[in-house]
């Protein structure tokens, strides 16, 4: 975890600092240190006579701190949202998305730009259309009390195809010279309008979502062993599902609605931080989180440094994750003797 942190630490620092207007690591970190503890509370190491121009100093403060940081969350969220749902589902390509949250939110986010609504409802609008999502879920999937797995899968599925649609009809009434390239890019993915109203927005609702995820770990460990062997434990399976969900979708709507939709981290990040810490969710949930938030913060980084022009980060996460992915059931297949 200490490594973790490290890395995670490095790769904000790397951030703030890189891009088509270059800052160097000990100038950003100077300035970061002046303007959130004080001058006079540097630690060892950080030469106080280092000096920085005010574009500088705009640029860490308004443009890449909030970036950085909502990046770092956007993936701590997905993440523990992803390692959750692969446990209680028990199956290693469960996904937020597959809830149908983010099309509901996506489909809330389109119509705000399609009426040219200012950012906060746009926000509001895209949460509050991811959380009636959900709500169509809950009422499909729920039979005579209860809900199967299986059952909230398919209507994810079903709610998700919906909302799609509606974003599409949504596509074909917007202006093609200008809101229908803003919805199509906000859809792809990414951070370029990140602020700290945005940061202070999302924070509350993926920090609760984390948090209620956290304090469930032991409940999602005993999921893990199946319905029948956490009934014997004791554990009220359908409720602590449904907390699950609710968390997830929570951490889903909040992250689209200020980002758009950033696929594949809630996959590959889990797998990864299982291979570090193994299956047991009371570390694997705080590992995907560091890990997430070093994985989207560094994806983050290549889309705005590599080019000239920025390459949406829901392209990029999907680049890497989906040959990532490939990989894993391969071996799996392979490992079985299927293939």
């Given at each position: ?6 890395v ?73 949202a ?148 956490a ?58 989180c560091?890990?997430?938030a ?8 290549v ?9 949406p ?13 490939a ?13």
């Amino acid at each position: 975890m200490a490594v973790l942190g490290v890395v995670l630490l490095a790769v904000m620092l790397a951030g703030v600092g890189a891009g088509q207007y270059s800052i160097s690591p000990t100038t950003a970190l100077r300035i970061v240190f002046d303007k959130s503890v004080g001058a006079g509370l540097l630690p060892p190491g950080i030469d106080e006579s280092i000096s920085w121009t005010a574009m500088d100093e705009r640029i860490v403060t308004l443009v890449r701190g909030p970036r950085v940081l909502l990046a770092a969350l956007c993936g701590a969220g997905l993440a523990v949202a992803g390692a959750a749902l692969q446990g209680i589902f028990r199956n290693p390509l469960a996904a937020p998305e597959m809830l149908g949250v983010s099309a509901g939110a996506a489909f809330g986010g389109a119509i705000a730009i399609l009426l040219s609504l200012p950012g906060l409802l746009m926000i509001g609008g895209a949460f509050t259309s991811g959380m009636i999502a959900l709500l169509i879920v809950g009422a499909i999937a729920r039979v005579e009390g209860g809900s199967a797995p299986t059952s909230v899968i398919l209507a994810g599925v079903i709610v998700g195809a919906f909302f799609m649609a509606l974003v599409s009809v949504t596509q074909l009434f917007a202006d093609p010279h200008n809101s229908l390239p803003a919805i199509t890019f906000w859809l792809m993915g990414s951070f370029a309008s990140a602020s700290w109203d945005q940061v202070g927005i999302a924070s509350p609702a993926v920090f609760l979502g984390c948090v209620v995820l956290w304090l469930m770990r032991f409940r999602i460990n005993a999921l893990c062993l199946g319905e029948e062997e956490a009934r014997t434990l004791g554990i009220p399976v359908e409720r602590d599902r449904w907390l699950v969900f609710i968390s997830v979708a929570l951490i889903a709507a909040a992250i689209v609605s200020v980002a758009g939709i950033v696929g594949w981290v809630g996959i590959v990040i889990p797998h990864a931080a299982r291979f570090l810490v193994g299956h047991d969710h009371r570390i694997l949930l705080p590992a995907s989180c560091l890990l997430g938030a070093s994985y989207l913060c560094a994806v983050d980084t290549v889309a705005r440094s590599a080019t000239p022009g920025e390459i949406p980060v829901g392209v990029l996460t999907a680049l890497i994750g989906a040959p990532f992915i490939a990989w894993m059931l391969r071996k799996a297949l392979m490992g079985k003797g299927i293939v």
